[in-house]
């Protein structure tokens, strides 16, 4: 196992412990609060099943890309994609969501674990990023449910003041 692999799968496994706990210890009462007013107008429950639909999508992309692949086309709509997505799952049950990720998240984190220094160089074309390593793909995957996590905890503190 390359130590850069170990390194990354170690910090998707404490992310993704933080981003369950986090989810399952959120009131009832937030899941349908509006979070984002602008482009995808996503609420709480949305964001959780983007953060789950991203847990699959993005893997599969590392996978394509260390087996040859060029990545995602590059007119591939990145917004198009994740409206569809989240819709497919977003009525679900908000505990059936957290495990919905922390199942994928450790799918994840055995592929992670598993792949070489040569595979993390592998470059290909991200639909965020653009053209980038696999290793930068993957850093940008945890940072990601940080920044969605970051955003969810500032409506919980608009909603307390």
Do not use: C
């Amino acid at each position: 196992m390359s130590k850069a692999a170990e390194k990354l799968a170690k910090r998707l496994t404490t992310e993704g412990i933080k981003t369950v706990e986090y989810f399952s210890e959120l009131p009832s009462d937030i899941w349908e609060k509006p979070l984002y007013s602008e482009g995808a107008s996503w609420n709480v429950r949305q964001v959780l099943a983007h953060i789950v639909e991203t847990e699959t999508a993005l893997p599969r992309l590392f996978k394509h890309i260390v087996e040859g692949g060029s990545g995602v086309d590059r007119d591939f709509d990145l917004n198009e994609y994740n409206e569809r997505t989240v819709e497919e799952i977003t009525e679900r049950d908000p505990a059936k969501l957290v495990s919905m990720f922390s199942e994928r998240r450790e799918e994840t984190i055995k592929f992670v674990g598993g792949l070489s220094d040569k595979d993390l160089g592998m470059e290909g074309y991200h639909p965020f990023l653009g053209q980038a390593e696999i290793k930068e793909m993957i850093r940008l995957f945890y940072l990601h449910v940080q920044l969605h996590m970051r955003d969810v905890r500032a409506l919980g503190q608009r909603e307390q003041e």
